[in-house]
T-cell receptor
Framework: RKEVEQDPGPFNVPEGATVAFNCTYS??????FFWYRQDCRKEPKLLMS?????NEDGRFTAQLNRASQYISLLIRDSKLSDSATYLC???????????WGAGTKLIIKP | DADVTQTPRNRITKTGKRIMLECSQT?????MYWYRQDPGLGLRLIYY???????NKGEISDGYSVSRQAQAKFSLSLESAIPNQTALYFC??????????????FGQGTRLTVV
């Protein structure tokens, strides 16, 4: 079993809709959590960190559930420009090494 | 100019050739990483270095070697390239002083094709 798992998708969503996807992690000692966005053939870039109490950045909301060991990303009022692959990342408590999920592909349709 | 620079951006090489991918950064970060990305497999760690004298194997280091020439430079070598090393390669950096909130910064990637 992979340490960080994501549904690969693709999620095909109409513009303006709300979409959510989860990421599960197996190491209960994972320390911190992030969502990265990767456009086709481009480098990943940090979208947002995920805090224990949940956090919001504009149309994006991230949640952490330590008991069930998953994080989630919710995108409201989706835009065509939100089309991308979203990567879940967790860090190991021991050395802060980054462990990457394989990504969830999101396609927003007009 | 990019904070993390990879060269070359694209390369086609023949099976059996030695090739070096270079990465340099101006962010002053101590940690550097090499990843490869294949469709459907996400980012897989090849090697990482937490400082100039520290080199560690990642999950797929076979067939690769690295050199950390300076804090700002981390190169990846394929000693004898084979077709299944065809992939998109990324260099990344992070700052250990950020602790658990460390963010990874990526170069723009090197698209390597081995024929």
């Amino acid at each position: 079993r992979k340490e960080v798992e994501q549904d690969p998708g693709p999620f095909n969503v109409p513009e303006g809709a709300t979409v959510a996807f989860n990421c599960t992690y197996s190491n209960s000692a994972s320390q911190s959590f992030f969502w990265y966005r990767q456009d086709c053939r481009k480098e990943p870039k940090l979208l947002m960190s995920v805090y224990s109490s949940g956090n919001e950045d504009g149309r994006f909301t991230a949640q952490l559930n330590r008991a069930s060991q998953y994080i989630s990303l919710l995108i409201r009022d989706s835009k065509l420009s939100d089309s991308a692959t979203y990567l879940c990342v967790v860090t190991r408590r021991s050395n802060y090494q980054l462990i990457w999920g394989a990504g969830t592909k999101l396609i927003i349709k007009p | 100019d990019a904070d993390v620079t990879q060269t070359p951006r694209n390369r086609i090489t023949k099976t059996g050739k030695r090739i070096m991918l270079e990465c340099s950064q101006t962010k002053g970060h101590d940690r550097m990483y090499w990843y490869r990305q294949d469709p459907g497999l996400g980012l897989r760690l090849i090697y990482y270095s937490f400082d100039v004298k520290d080199i560690n194997k990642g999950e797929i280091s076979d067939g690769y070697s690295v050199s950390r020439q300076a804090q700002a430079k981390f190169s990846l070598s394929l000693e004898s390239a084979i077709p299944n090393q065809t992939a998109l390669y990324f260099c990344a950096t992070s700052d250990s002083r950020q602790g658990m909130n460390t963010e990874a910064f990526f170069g723009q990637g090197t698209r390597l094709t081995v024929v």
